[in-house]
């Protein structure tokens, strides 16, 4: 049963260790019955961690984990009636088929036989694998295997998903097929906890946000109110013929109410509260014999956030994932 | 209700997936076979060393055809973290890990009999007790199975388990009875036989189809007992320190 505040998952203080790596560091949050919550971080954030700790595949030092009502803290296997879990990596068994999978799986959350083959049919239907389904898991191709283990986590209708990074590592039509399921999912009332380092994916999914970076939680708000800061301002990105030293300095002495400052792919990034005009910074280049090859306007979004309060590029959290996995599609 | 939907599936999957395939017949029917023959053909005395031999090799049927298989395959599942959805699913750890191993216990019950059925158009077996014979099978069975059980849990990639599963049963096969009495072991030695629990088992099927036990039948069948709870407990506790971390 929710608490009063309508939280269905309720976390104070979870701290969890490694030995001497400190992977979770006294988190704190509560997940709304019925939202999407997101878990945005780089690897090694704690986000797998959390989830395995959340799970009761992994043991918490400290804190105290309450799941519908129901205390987890010591007992975590009290809640796991209530839980899907789709891990970040497809851990069916290669030698059963599609269907068989999805049966077994059904029948460890103790589905009668004909119950878990009539959803396990629906979900390959639903999941666009109904060819598929004869065929053993090993011959399944990354997108497919993804694909069935989400499907594999939610065969018992459990109330609560966890989400592992659905989407990394899959092809650009499966992930967009896999954020319709969870969009779907959502629509049905169920509960889902999601973690991701693709930033637009949780902007466009999750009803609220938590930046988690080394352990810690550095902020957590509904995604709108996190986005609320950045929305109004104007950005210009500018690409320039050459590279004068001190730049940005002269733009920012010269425009005091505009931010300027360099990419790291080179450009100039201006940005001001106020809609900013192109020509007078043309002119401005021109003089120092700068060409001005394209300004860009850019929409700020959740990435800007992100950045501001964690001060981690989102590109670096891409390269080091797709590094780690292969690109799956975040976005498409 | 649930628990026991879960329990039968886990349970007939791996009986389905590992103890029906040719491997795990290999080294629980043809390997002890192919060791009868050996000492069938060593002991150069005909038809009538059947009953000498029968005890041990239905030892070593239950032994290697229980410990073979499952060491690696939840070593496997471990590894390729298959094995965490069970550990995801709401059953206790009691009641999944009795569901891992019942295919292994089921298969070491089924395949000592094999050998039985072999040797009763070759010898006479009339004098076995068989009330005796099947409860211990059951509880070597059940032994064999936690001692591989114990293995899995003690190590993390496949190859170990088979490298480890090897370290103690070879030695088991010269140490337990099997063949040669243990009073025949230098005195230094006959320690390390009684501290395993094999020992015990062929003790009592060296007495059931011969008579020719050296320790009382009750204690053998409570110090088989005791191995079987302390080995289940032991791993069981392996398992939540090392895999629920």
Request: glycine share 8%; net charge neutral.
């Amino acid at each position: 049963m929710p608490s009063s505040n309508g939280a269905i998952i309720e976390v104070a203080g979870l701290t969890k260790r490694y030995g001497d790596v400190l992977a979770v560091d006294d988190i704190s949050f509560d997940v709304v019955k019925g939202e999407v919550f997101g878990f945005l971080g780089p690897n090694g954030a704690g986000k797998t961690t959390t989830i395995n700790v959340l799970t009761g595949l992994s043991r918490l030092d400290a804190g105290t984990v309450r799941i519908d009502g129901i205390e987890c803290t010591h007992s975590p296997k009290a809640a796991q009636h209530l839980l899907g879990i789709v891990p970040d990596e497809s851990n069916l068994y290669p030698e059963l088929t599609g269907f068989e999978n999805l049966c077994f799986c059904g029948a460890l959350y103790g589905m009668r036989r004909k119950e878990r083959e009539t959803r396990a049919r629906d979900l390959l239907e639903e999941f666009g694998l109904a060819d598929a389904g004869d065929r053993k898991f090993e011959t399944y191709s990354k997108g497919m295997k993804r694909k069935l283990t989400f499907a594999a986590g939610v065969i018992h209708r459990p109330p609560i998903l966890f989400l592992d990074e659905p989407t990394t590592g899959i092809d650009v039509a499966s992930a967009r097929q896999v954020r319709q399921i969870i969009s779907e999912l959502h629509r049905q009332g169920i509960t889902i906890f999601f973690t991701t380092h693709y930033i637009e994916e949780a902007e466009r999914l999750c009803e609220r946000i938590a930046f988690i970076v080394k352990g810690r939680i550095v902020k957590a708000e509904r995604t709108r109110d996190l986005l609320q800061p950045v929305r109004g301002r104007d950005v210009l990105l500018l690409s320039v013929s050459k590279w004068a030293e001190n730049l940005c300095d002269e733009l920012s002495r010269a425009f005091p109410n505009l931010g300027v400052e360099a990419t790291p792919s080179g450009q100039v990034r201006v940005e001001s509260t106020e809609p900013i005009s192109i020509a007078p910074l043309a002119r401005f280049l021109d003089e120092r014999g700068i060409e001005l090859t394209e300004a860009r306007r850019h929409l700020p979004s959740l990435e800007d956030v992100f950045v501001e309060v964690t001060g981690i590029g989102a590109g670096m959290m891409k390269g080091e994932k797709e590094r780690a996995g292969g690109r799956g599609g975040g976005n498409s | 209700m649930k628990r026991w939907t879960a329990f039968w599936n886990i349970l007939m999957k791996d009986v389905r997936t590992y103890y029906l395939k040719p491997p795990n017949i290999s080294w629980g029917m043809v390997f002890p076979l192919a060791w009868t023959g050996m000492f069938f053909i060593r002991a150069g005395r005909g038809l009538e060393s059947i009953p000498d031999l029968l005890p041990g090799v239905m030892t070593i049927a239950i032994l290697f055809g229980t410990t073979s298989v499952l060491a690696v395959t939840v070593t496997f599942e471990k590894r390729q973290r298959s094995f965490d959805r069970l550990l995801l699913a709401p059953i206790s750890l009691e009641l999944l890990m009795l569901a891992k191993t019942g295919g292994a216990i089921l298969f070491g019950i089924v395949s000592p009999f094999v050998p039985v059925v072999i040797a009763s158009f070759l010898a006479d077996l009339s004098g076995v007790e068989w009330s005796l014979v099947v409860p211990a099978v059951i509880l070597i069975a059940i032994v064999s199975t936690f001692l591989g059980l114990l293995i899995a849990v003690s190590v993390s990639q496949v190859f170990e388990a088979q490298t480890f599963s090897n370290f103690f049963r070879f030695p088991m096969i010269f140490l337990c009875g099997l063949f040669f009495p243990i009073m025949s072991l230098p005195a230094y030695i006959r320690p390390l036989s009684y501290a395993l629990p094999v020992t015990y088992g062929a003790d009592i099927l060296h007495g059931a189809v011969r008579g020719a036990n050296i320790m009382p039948f009750a204690m053998d069948f409570v110090i088989l007992g005791a191995f079987c709870l302390a080995l289940f407990a032991f791993s069981l506790r392996n398992i939540r320190r090392k895999w629920i971390v």
